[in-house]
């Protein structure tokens, strides 16, 4: 029985279309007649068995029972439908041939159980020839079937291997939905992993200068007429690291390679300065020629001015030249003191420079006499505020002035140096002198991403932070606050703001208090109204001031001439004031490195300190979440009753209206 039309080619003949037709037609009418043969055959074996059976077995019935109820008719076989057989159309092919297969296959399926039931009946007539007979009818049959079955089962694998190529070994595109993607575990570069670890806690971990290996004699003695006689666990730490790194001479580092660039993480006030100003200038005092061999860049003119005096301080008597480079001078000024001109060529007339980041890449880019081809220290204060101000390139810009500087000075041309790459025999004569770059902040980002940008060789990590988690760096990053550190938070409402910071220095006789405000208009309007209100030596630090301004202002405030210094960030990072013992978060700062850099303004070189933080109702729960996220050892509730403010409310009210007069007075002034 054909299941479908084959057109097949019949050689030359074939041209004639008429024959080729007929001979097509008697093809299939030769193979219906056998079909029918065969089929009347196995019909009439079946009715003599069947007859037999009857009379043998008395109606046995159960088996015809059986049979109906599996839906086969047994009595089929008696009328047996005339099934018509036609090519089918081939458009049907796909939709029809598949249910039609389906259909035969279940149909040859039931025959097959059919033909088991007539099996059994057999072995019960025990007639042999007619069980040979039909045996070999149905082996006829079940050969027709098989190649029926096989010829099903190919065309279904054919149509299979059409529709879905996996039997191929080709992989289903698609299902992404259903894997599960795996989350890849990060996990930080083993110098961030594993830091060398700093003692936290100054005032149990005081090291003698003596005990510290590598420090030279005159510096001892420098630092005891400083009054210091120990040195804090970060000092003693970083100090014989770098010393490490020249102990061979500014050339070459250890065992003749280029020296690892160091990053240091420790808590605010725990002596970073020192840390890498005692090895820096032991490293120069045996210089001979004066050139640009230290570069320290920080974030604001403030903490360059106090990284310079410090530097200054510890190069008196070594012939050392600190300059600044902060803008507190104007740029011709500083160019002068950077280098002079001698029978047409330049000399540089600094060996340590302190610049912040503009005025450093104005002088680079404007100062012929400024050559940064001899540096060997790139040092780095507050060294993650200097990588989110990246912005302003100055680091390409540091780079490129030491491995391409426009002028090249003959004595240099010898070890004129070339950008780190790969260490090769020829890279490694002759000896160039190597830039090592020191990072220190106490808030410095474990981002791998973010140091990236630094370009660090072969970096060694030196952090009072331990624990933080190898597997998911992405967690909230945890700092170290000062050992002598107590931190509360203060509930409140906006209005009752200016009251408490008055009741805190009036009636508490916290003084001095350094203040910040989120804005430097918040700032301005907190001071005029303290001033106003009377009875507090008050006074504002912010860009509102000029620098000279804001100089003498830290001053009196250092010298306690001022009571309540009401800040913004300006004075928050780095800024060194001896003797602050409170510190107060007038508006909650939005980060974190904020909070901490703020509130390290006191509690500084192992002393203790307090820090007060206003927070609204709703600014509550998410920032005493993030303090304690950040490694807090805890922030404590301190409630004032309303009770204590009362009396100060009738004078407040009035100062509030004389506040109003005065800021409208500043606007018009300014719109003269
Ligand atoms: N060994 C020491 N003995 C006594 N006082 C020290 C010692 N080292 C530093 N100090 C003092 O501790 C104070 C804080 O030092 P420094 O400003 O270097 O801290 P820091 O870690 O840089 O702080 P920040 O992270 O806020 O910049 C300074 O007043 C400094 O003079």
Redesign the pocket.
């Known amino acids: 029985m054909a299941l479908f039309f084959i057109n097949r080619y019949l050689g030359d003949e074939g041209d004639d279309g008429s024959s080729n037709e007929s001979r097509a037609k008697a093809l299939l009418a030769k193979l219906q007649r056998k079909a029918k043969v065969k089929e009347q055959q196995s019909l009439s074996c079946q009715e003599e068995y069947q007859s037999k059976t009857t009379v043998e077995n008395d109606g046995d019935t159960s088996v015809k029972k059986k049979r109906k109820n599996k839906g086969v008719n047994l009595d089929e076989t008696k009328h047996p439908k005339k099934r018509k057989v036609s090519p089918p159309d081939p458009e049907e092919l796909s939709e029809g041939d598949n249910a039609r297969k389906k259909k035969d296959r279940k149909k040859m399926q039931l025959t097959e159980e059919d033909k088991g039931g007539m099996k059994q009946t057999s072995v019960h007539n025990k007639n042999r020839n007619l069980q040979e007979a039909a045996a070999a009818d149905k082996t006829e049959l079940l050969k027709n079937d098989d190649e029926m079955v096989e010829k099903i089962q190919t065309d279904q694998s054919i149509q299979d291997t059409e529709t879905s190529p996996s039997q191929t070994g080709f992989t289903i595109l698609g299902g992404f939905e259903k894997k599960i993607i795996q989350k890849v575990q990060r996990v930080l570069p083993k110098w961030l992993a594993e830091p060398d670890v700093i003692q936290r806690d100054i005032t149990s971990n005081l090291v003698p200068i003596s005990d510290v290996p590598g420090i030279c004699t005159k510096l001892q003695r420098k630092l005891e007429s400083n009054g210091?006689h120990?040195?804090?666990p970060v000092?003693a730490e970083v100090i014989p690291a770098i010393l490490e790194s020249v102990s061979h001479g500014l050339l070459i580092g250890r065992g003749g390679y280029k020296p690892r660039d160091i990053c240091v993480s420790?808590p605010?006030?725990?002596?970073?300065?020192?840390a890498f100003v005692i090895p820096v200038i032991q490293a120069l005092m045996e210089r001979v020629v004066c050139e640009v061999r230290v570069l320290a860049v920080l974030p604001t003119k403030e903490l360059a001015q106090q990284v310079g005096k410090v530097f200054s301080s510890y190069a008196e008597g070594n012939s050392l030249k600190v300059v600044m480079l902060a803008g507190q001078k104007s740029f011709a000024t500083e160019q002068a003191s950077l280098s002079e001109n001698r029978g047409g060529i330049s000399h540089s007339l600094a060996d340590i420079v302190v610049a912040t980041p503009g005025r450093l890449v104005d002088h680079i880019n404007k100062n012929d006499g400024f050559s940064l081809e001899h540096l060997r220290f790139l040092i780095i204060d507050e060294a993650d505020r200097m990588i989110d101000s990246m912005h302003q390139s100055w680091l390409s810009q540091v780079t490129k002035a030491v491995y391409r500087p426009r002028r090249v000075s003959e004595a240099v041309s010898i070890f004129k140096r070339t950008e780190p790459a790969p260490i090769t025999a020829a890279s490694l004569s002759p000896p160039q002198m190597p830039l090592q770059k020191l990072l220190f902040s106490?808030t410095l980002t474990q981002n791998p991403e973010k140091l990236q940008q630094l370009g660090l060789h072969q970096p060694r990590l030196f952090s009072s932070v331990h624990s933080r988690s190898t597997t998911n760096p992405e967690s909230q990053e945890r700092f170290n606050f000062p050992q002598g550190l107590t931190e509360y938070y203060v509930p409140c409402t906006l209005s009752k703001k200016p009251l408490l910071i008055l009741h805190f220095i009036l009636r508490l006789k916290f003084s001095p208090i350094l203040c910040f405000t989120n804005s430097r208009e918040a700032a301005h309007r907190l001071y005029l109204l303290v001033h106003l209100f009377g009875g507090v030596q008050a006074a504002e630090f912010s860009s509102r001031l000029s620098p000279n301004e804001r100089k003498r202002t830290l001053k009196e405030f250092e010298q306690g001439k001022i009571q309540l210094l009401i800040s913004t960030d300006a004075a928050a990072r780095?800024i060194?004031i001896?003797g602050v013992k409170c510190v107060v978060n007038y508006d909650a700062p939005q980060f974190i490195r904020t909070y901490i850099h703020r509130v390290?303004r006191t509690a500084?070189?192992g002393k203790s300190g307090l820090a007060f933080t206003f927070l609204l109702g709703v600014q509550e729960n998410k920032f005493i979440q993030m303090v304690k996220d950040a490694g807090s050892p805890g922030i404590h509730k301190q409630i004032v009753k309303p009770g204590n403010l009362k009396s100060m409310e009738p004078c407040y009210q009035q100062t509030l209206l004389e506040l109003g007069n005065t800021i409208k007075g500043e606007k018009a002034k300014k719109r003269v």
């Open positions: 210091i120990h040195l804090f000092q420790a605010t006030g725990s002596g970073k300065t020192l106490a780095g060194d001896n390290g500084r070189a």
